[in-house]
């Protein structure tokens, strides 16, 4: 059974024989959230789509504002957690356990830094490039791991890969998070062989050692050594739940910004999560004001208080079988039936009316091509750096990125490294000036 006391540690990644307990007004789980929001590859998540087209005439959400949002809820969850907790274990008062809130906000907004440009097209682009396309043609100089790797690329696995591995010219230990922060963040905590049709896994072989080390010093329970796979970090849930509870309210009100959803189709859809009591006493505080959004803003945010306190109460009725490893599924698949159904209902109507809208299939189906594009000529020129053309777009890669290391799979990876760091529009911009439909003033 894990143990909150080893579970929480403030040991930095990179910097451990450097650790010694420090008593501060911000603690070490603070100096987390503040090193993210000041990094560039947070400040990027303001141009990397969401779900809808950026930019355009009315501000829907993009990765930096999902990514704020949810660490808010995050925040809220792991304090409300903390204190659940506590009063249960009264013994664990002076423990770590009161910085929850603080490690679960910071997980919250590393959780998308890995995500490639155009939401999930860019992950499946990458994936299906090396499964479907010509990076097949790959497969026989690479290991059965790295190319299980390749073929199931996940955004999740790419950010812990970014906040860990220490790039050129940059310090050990990548951002050099705490332990309990970096393990937070890794929702499939197993290598990709383990993946299957889901494509979902937590860490690239190259990156497998560090999440062991993190693994064993946080004593989170080891289900299996090879293929390497351990139980979730249980904070995982929280960052998980805050997660779920944004990105599927928020889509939803997006939706009846851009007019996909109808106001009558939105109110309904947010009111089935209460009781017909509660509906009604809605209903009447909502009518304080006539503005429209303002209304829905109101609905939305009652949903997401609504959502907050089901997830804690899951997570603390489950709390021996979340520290045991045995707890199955999300916090969110665990609330009780109103709002369970209503969730289920709107993921339904996500699926059908938002996530297959014109708009959105659109966007995938170009950020699919650009991305593709941009993988075919770059990993022509990482296996034959030789050519005139290819040293023209090795040139062009910034140097922290190893382009020209001598393994195969390292430069693949550097690869991957620079065009899931693209911003959307940078990544369009580098595609039109390769196809010679942008070229520099002359």
Request: with cysteine; proline share 3%.
């Amino acid at each position: 059974m894990m143990n909150w006391n080893t579970l929480i540690s403030a040991k930095r990644f990179g910097l451990e024989e450097f650790h010694q307990e420090r008593r501060e007004n911000r603690s070490e789980f603070q100096r987390d959230y503040d090193r993210l929001v000041f990094s560039a590859p947070f400040r990027r998540l303001q141009n990397k789509t969401q779900v809808f087209p950026l930019p355009g005439s009315v501000f829907v959400h993009n990765r930096l504002t999902h990514s704020l949002e949810v660490s808010c809820v995050g925040r809220s969850l792991g304090n409300d957690v903390s204190k659940a907790l506590i009063a249960r274990h009264p013994e664990l008062q002076g423990s770590y356990l009161t910085e929850i809130g603080s490690i679960v906000s910071a997980a919250c907004l590393a959780h998308d830094l890995g995500n490639p440009p155009f939401g999930h097209s860019g992950e499946r682009a990458i994936s299906t490039f090396f499964s479907e396309g010509k990076g097949m043609a790959l497969k026989e100089q690479l290991t059965p791991a790295q190319w299980e790797d390749l073929t199931h690329f996940e955004g999740n696995a790419n950010a812990f890969r970014l906040l860990t591995h220490q790039f050129e010219g940059r310090r050990k230990g990548g951002f050099v998070l705490t332990y309990s922060t970096l393990a937070s963040i890794v929702k499939y905590p197993f290598s990709s062989s383990l993946a299957g049709k889901k494509s979902k896994f937590g860490f690239f072989t190259t990156e497998e050692e560090s999440f062991r080390r993190i693994a064993e010093e946080l004593g989170i329970k080891k289900l299996n050594d090879s293929p390497l796979k351990y139980a979730r970090h249980p904070l995982v849930y929280l960052v998980e739940a805050a997660d779920d509870i944004c990105y599927q309210m928020m889509d939803i009100e997006d939706a009846h910004k851009l007019k996909i959803l109808t106001t009558q189709e939105t109110k309904e859809l947010l009111l089935s999560y209460f009781s017909e009591e509660r509906q009604a006493h809605r209903l009447k505080t909502m009518e304080i004001v006539s503005d429209t959004n303002e209304q829905i803003a109101y609905l939305r945010s009652s949903v997401i208080g609504l959502l907050i306190r089901e997830c804690v109460q899951a997570f603390t009725d489950n709390e021996e079988k979340i520290l045991k490893g045995e707890f199955e599924g999300s916090l969110i698949n665990h609330i009780s039936e109103v709002p369970a159904n209503a969730y289920k209902h709107c993921a339904s109507i996500s699926m059908k009316k938002i996530y297959r809208s014109r708009d959105v299939l659109d966007i995938e189906l170009a950020g699919f091509r650009i991305i593709s594009t941009l993988l075919e000529l770059m990993m022509d020129a990482v296996c034959s750096p030789e050519k005139a053309y290819s040293q023209l777009l090795i040139n062009r890669v910034s140097g922290q990125y190893n382009i020209k290391a001598p393994a195969l799979y390292e430069r693949i990876q550097a690869v991957l490294d620079y065009i899931s760091g693209m911003t959307d529009v940078f990544a369009l911009d580098l595609y039109r000036k390769i196809n010679g439909n942008s070229l520099p003033a002359v």
